[in-house]
């Protein structure tokens, strides 16, 4: 008689891919994109595109050169790792400062490590802060939003909003929610963002407990710090709708390499990044904490998945 061999529990199968999970993820990033195309045009496609190809070439090369491995580049990954990393750049960057933040965001921040589903960060904004402390200037030139710009290298500059706050100016909700302002391609329109948000949340891409653990501890500690000193810190509302808080909120924070597998491992995260980034927006030298505080996080995932271990077959 046939022996049967039996692998070892949980056996669950949902017909879910990699490929299917990041093509859900680069679908709800379309509105953003749209928004961001409309307000920088020709700045954005440019950029987009290049860190695109350039991490999708040197996840290539990479494999077929240097680790010896079948081309993983079907599973859309690096597509992701390109479009996100665009989202954290001005539209203006100059080309080769782009490919050489998708070489350190594919080459260091994720095959290094052996690929995905092994990189202790989030690649993307490995990417973003090598470029940041490597390029200050031309990383924090940021493009003036208009309509469609034909402009690319030589586009209008400005503050970007958490800028202009620290220097004192007022900016009106409505321009903040639909991206009338400046800076990355994931500062403008927040309404997009958060559309992107409740596709990933409708298709259970993402679960809701780190993105709404974040925007609520921002919420909650700006509300105490402006209540405190209103010149100190900006409302509650303007700090959620600036910056790179919703792209890190719903698109970044969310990878599931990179963030706790458990609800409680989650909450932690969130509420921590969302603390974070409220401190060095308010008290440190960079306006923007949002890629440092998950970074940070990031490395804290083995920590909390180790204090909050998964049970399979617990709800």
Same mark, same amino acid.
């Given at each position: ?21 990041m093509r859900n993820v680069l679908i709800a990033l379309v509105p953003a994109y749209l928004a961001a195309l409309n307000y920088f045009g020709l700045g954005a496609l440019a950029v987009s595109l290049i860190s695109v190809a350039s991490c999708v070439t040197f996840e290539y090369l990479i494999n077929r ?92 500059? @400005?503050?970007? $909003?958490?800028?202009?706050?620290? *220097?004192?100016?007022?900016? %009106?909700?409505?321009?903040? !929610?639909?991206? /009338? ?102 008290? @440190?030298?960079? $306006?923007?904490?949002?890629?440092? *505080?998950?970074?940070?996080? %990031?490395?804290?995932?083995? !920590?909390?998945? /180790? ?9």
């Amino acid at each position: 008689m046939e022996k049967m061999i039996i692998s070892p529990s949980p056996h669950i199968f949902s017909g879910d891919t990699v490929q299917k999970r990041m093509r859900n993820v680069l679908i709800a990033l379309v509105p953003a994109y749209l928004a961001a195309l409309n307000y920088f045009g020709l700045g954005a496609l440019a950029v987009s595109l290049i860190s695109v190809a350039s991490c999708v070439t040197f996840e290539y090369l990479i494999n077929r050169f240097l680790l010896k491995r079948p081309c993983t580049i079907t599973d859309l990954s690096a597509v992701l790792t390109g479009l996100l990393l665009a989202f954290n750049l001005p539209s203006n960057l100059p080309w080769w400062i782009v490919i050489i933040g998708a070489l350190v965001a594919i080459g260091i921040g994720k095959m290094a490590y052996g690929g995905l589903g092994t990189n202790p960060f989030n690649p993307a904004l490995v990417g973003r802060v090598f470029l940041l402390i490597s390029f200050p200037a031309e990383m924090t030139t940021w493009p003036i939003a208009e309509k469609f710009s034909a402009h690319y290298m030589d586009a209008l500059t @400005g503050a970007t $909003p958490l800028a202009g706050i620290r *220097a004192g100016e007022v900016y %009106n909700y409505m321009d903040l !929610l639909i991206g /009338r302002i400046g800076g990355s391609m994931g500062e403008v329109s927040a309404i997009a963002l958060l559309a992107g948000g409740v596709f990933l949340i409708a298709t259970k891409t993402i679960r809701y407990i780190i993105p709404v653990s974040i925007l609520g501890t921002v919420a909650v500690f700006t509300a105490i710090l402006h209540a405190v000193d209103p010149t100190l810190c900006a409302d509650p509302l303007t700090h959620l709708l600036t910056g790179g808080l919703l792209l890190g909120a719903i698109f970044m924070a969310t990878d599931y390499v990179t963030s706790p597998m458990t609800p409680l491992g989650q909450l932690i995260y969130g509420v921590a990044i969302g603390l974070i980034t409220v401190l060095i927006r308010v008290f @440190g030298i960079y $306006p923007e904490g949002m890629s440092f *505080a998950i970074l940070i996080m %990031n490395a804290v995932t083995p !920590l909390l998945n /180790r204090l909050t271990p998964a049970r399979y077959g617990a709800k």
